[in-house]
């Protein structure tokens, strides 16, 4: 299950996940070469650190990793010893607190929150009751969090509160027709559009949260499409990961690359990430 591409534009290395293969993988365009480390539990997300690092949503617990010299210190942050509830998904937020959600492995209704983790590794709940927590944005502007929770078919904006790192005033932009698959991993452009993954649609839609219309579908190879990042030097290079994980015999013939990153050279920007 290939889940959350992030571009480290420091060091010009994508790093994403493979989150039932207990893998971490870090990809380096400019010489081909995907290098991966594999751990004794799922990995979440992992996103880069501002001391060059990396923070990991383990299955028990944020970890950092220094994948320099393959060093992992666990932080007690957010420990799970429940064996059905994950991490899935994560970003660093614009005010340097990593948001993170949690999901029943099953993915039962309502047994996941969204949580806030700040700088000095204390964490507060900021949504309770979500079931698949998926794709995270902010706006240019820093005034505005988007965000997803799958099986709802909804992408949410909520007032975000820079100063105090804190969302409230929750609205839905975007209602995504059955049809389209459910809504997954989610990123943002310079111009404040929603490049959004669709698992089960082969596709990544790029939304205006303002019109709630699509304005381009990029189709792919796959169709359980789990997330996508905007990389390269310029951010026009759009990574899209995918997953294997729900596909049966057949659907894996007609599909091979399921489970593979691909990669989509878009005519707008991206947005820098934030380091931890």
Not at 99 to 113: F, L, N, R, V
Request: aromatic share 12%; glycine share 10%.
């Amino acid at each position: 299950m290939g889940e959350g591409p992030v571009w480290d534009f420091h060091k010009q290395l994508l790093f994403w996940v493979d989150i039932e293969g207990y893998k971490l993988h870090q990809f380096d365009p400019s010489v081909g070469v995907n290098k991966s480390w594999a751990f004794d539990e799922m990995i979440g997300a992992a996103v880069p650190k501002k001391n060059g690092k990396l923070l990991l949503a383990m299955e028990k617990g944020l970890a950092s990793f220094d994948f320099k010299n393959e060093r992992l210190t666990k932080l007690g942050v957010l420990e799970n010893t429940d064996p059905e509830i994950r991490f899935n998904d994560g970003k660093v937020g614009p005010a340097g607190n990593f948001w993170i959600g949690t999901m029943d492995k099953t993915c039962a209704p309502e047994a996941g929150s969204l949580f806030r983790v700040s700088s000095d590794l204390k964490s507060s709940l900021q949504i309770s009751n979500t079931s698949v927590s998926n794709g995270m944005a902010w706006t240019s502007n820093k005034s505005t969090f988007y965000y997803i929770d799958s099986p709802t078919f909804e992408i949410r904006a909520f007032d975000f509160d820079l100063e105090n790192g804190g969302i409230s005033n929750p609205k839905t932009v975007i209602e995504v027709p059955d049809g389209y698959g459910s809504p997954d991993g989610m990123s943002i452009d310079e111009e404040d559009m929603l490049w959004v993954a669709h698992w089960g649609r082969n596709c990544v839609r790029r939304w205006n949260p303002e019109t709630g219309k699509v304005l381009e579908k990029i189709e792919v190879d796959a169709p359980h499409v789990t997330s996508c990042c905007f990389g390269g030097e310029d951010l026009k290079t759009l990574y899209i990961s995918t997953a294997r994980s729900g596909l049966n015999d057949n659907q894996l013939k007609k599909f091979p690359s399921s489970g593979g990153l691909f990669v989509y050279e878009t005519d707008v920007r991206g947005t820098p990430i934030n380091y931890f």
